[in-house]
């Protein structure tokens, strides 16, 4: 079994600050891609930032300049540091991995559970 279990959710004023951490943890081989998405009441399941084995970066443009992804390929973690929060950024955040299970040929796509950010004053 695979798990991937998110922190670091809350409520914080506009202007402000969060950090989400997300873990990794069970049978896995290796992992590929990990990234954050994000989903509004009422509206998709949308990408935030990605973030490639090697380091490469893929935003959003709603979060460029604000929001940095990074990770610890040793840890098997990923951490959206999110800067500058607005109000539209409220949302649920789920932490997303393609992964390499043992023992099982390909690569899967895993998802936390969510955790809520509230940007409001």
């Known amino acids: 079994q695979v798990q991937l279990v998110e922190s670091g959710g809350g409520l914080v004023q506009p202007g402000g600050s969060l950090r989400l951490s997300c873990a990794a943890s069970?049978?896995?081989?290796?992992?590929?891609?990990m990234g954050w998405y994000r989903q509004a009441p009422g509206k998709q399941r949308d990408l935030v930032a990605t973030?490639?084995?090697?380091?490469?970066?893929n935003y959003a443009d709603s979060v460029k300049g604000r929001f940095t992804i990074s990770r610890d390929n040793a840890k098997n973690t990923v951490v959206l540091q999110m800067n500058s929060l607005k109000p539209e950024d409220t949302a649920v955040y789920y932490c997303n991995a393609d992964l390499v299970r043992r023992g099982v040929v390909g690569t899967y796509h895993y998802w936390g559970q969510g955790t809520q950010v509230t940007v409001s004053s």
């Open positions: 069970g049978s896995i081989f290796s992992i590929n891609a």
């Open positions: 973030i490639t084995t090697g380091g490469s970066t």
